[in-house]
Nanobody, 116 residues
Framework: QVQLVESGGGLVQPGGSLRLSCAASGINFSFNVMSWYRQAPGKERELVATITTVGGTTYADSVKGRFTISRDNAKNTVYLQMNNLKPEDTAVYYC??????????WGQGTQVTVSS
């Protein structure tokens, strides 16, 4: 059974930082492309960052230079370091795992709220 469990969300002031984690089980983690998505109230879910199986990374324009995605295959975990957070970063953040020929997997989400 595939499980993706996000953690690390919370309330932070503008300009602050958070580090999200997503622990995976039930998949061959190193063979999966891992991504972070987010969904703000009333908006569609959007792709934030992706890391490939060989460590290549891509980011949404809105987070470039502020967010960093990384992975630790030994721990079956993907991270999202978020710096200089803005109120518009407020959303539920979801972890996603995908592999060719397999149904993508999603976590349950973790709330990030940026507010003074």
């Amino acid at each position: 059974q595939v499980q993706l469990v996000e953690s690390g969300g919370g309330l932070v002031q503008p300009g602050g930082s958070l580090r999200l984690s997503c622990a995976a089980s039930g998949i061959n983690f190193s063979f999966n492309v891992m991504s972070w998505y987010r969904q703000a109230p009333g908006k569609e879910r959007e792709l934030v960052a992706t890391i490939t199986t060989v460590g290549g990374t891509t980011y949404a324009d809105s987070v470039k230079g502020r967010f960093t995605i990384s992975r630790d295959n030994a721990k079956n975990t993907v991270y999202l370091q978020m710096n200089n957070l803005k109120p518009e970063d407020t959303a539920v953040y979801y972890c996603n795992a995908r592999r060719s020929g397999r149904v993508p997997s999603w976590g349950q989400g973790t709330q990030v709220t940026v507010s003074s």
